[in-house]
């Protein structure tokens, strides 16, 4: 069951020059083909990023499908990435009322 998303962020423009952390303006997420959240992460000097799927708007039980893109500073956003599917199963609370009799 999947519980976040991961992926490394770019290094490079799509003309070629460096996207560090200068450039950097975070990421946009889209969940079942609904632009669902920007996220403003900060720049990781690691260039890995991790997101727990919970908080996410329009995740559903079952399969989901998740494209992202970056933006950076400038506002220029980069093309969504491939879809990738997942399976989210929410947990359930605990019981309530537990007593000894």
């Known amino acids: 069951m999947a519980t976040q998303l991961s992926w490394t962020?770019?290094?490079t423009y799509t003309d070629g020059r460096p996207y560090g952390a200068a450039d950097h303006g975070g990421y946009e997420i889209a969940i079942n083909g609904q632009s669902a959240v920007a996220?403003?992460?900060?720049?990781?000097?690691?260039?890995?990023?991790t997101l727990p799927l919970a908080p996410l708007p329009f995740i559903t039980q079952g399969n989901?499908?998740?494209?992202?893109?970056?933006?950076a500073a400038n506002g220029q956003a980069s093309a969504w990435t491939t879809p990738i599917t997942f399976?989210?199963?929410?947990?359930?609370?605990?019981?309530s009322a537990l007593v000894v009799g």
């Open 64 to 71: 989901n499908e998740a494209t992202l893109r970056t933006v």
């Open 9 to 11: 962020g770019p290094t």
């Open 39 to 49: 996220v403003p992460m900060a720049w990781n000097a690691q260039n890995r990023y």
């Open 87 to 95: 399976q989210y199963l929410s947990t359930p609370n605990a019981p």
